[in-house]
């Protein structure tokens, strides 16, 4: 009897060790070394740049190398930001953003692969303007620690294309004057929680 209730024990053991969960980390955005911005091209001749001022960012990830992460990005649309407060106005109002009706802005990815040695695809849903749609950005990482902090920290360059009228952004301006394409640039510096 002992010796079965034994077996038993030993099977029961290795199937609770078979599921154990790997610890997730947390990192968060440092934001004074992180900058959100896009750039669209205007009159077809020279492009504008702009940023969102206000924003917040988090991955989690159970693996050291990033492979299996998720990323959460929120911004205030009202936080907008292209060095001309006639323009800035213009893009919070109902013609563009409408940030009265739709104040933030979400990224939520949906799988973060390792395509090269620090080179990420990241797969996501967009939310902008009450549009959500899929959005593939590309993430450059490099990783160290702070000799300040002492934290363990990584840096990410992230580069991707939206078009403006998928989310429904002056939709009516013609391409001549506003480009669809809109280049999405950010660089992040997380730390580890």
Known sequence: MRKGTLICATALSAILMSFKTTDSATWSVDKSHAKLGFSITHLMVSDVEGSFKKFDATITSTKEDFSDASVVMTAEIASVNT???GRDKHLV???????AKF???TY???????????KYTVN???TLHGVTKPVVLTAICNTGVNPMSKKTIAGFKIS?????????LSPSTPEA?????VTIVANAEFAKN
């Open 177 to 181: 004057m506003l480009s669809d394409e």
């Open 83 to 85: 060095e001309n407060e």
């Open 124 to 126: 996501g849903n967009l």
């Open 103 to 105: 104040p933030t802005m």
């Open 160 to 168: 991707g294309v939206i078009k403006r009228t998928d989310f429904a």
């Open 93 to 99: 109002s109902p013609d563009f953003f409408d940030a």
């Open 108 to 118: 939520k990815s949906t799988s973060f692969k390792k395509v090269g040695d620090k």
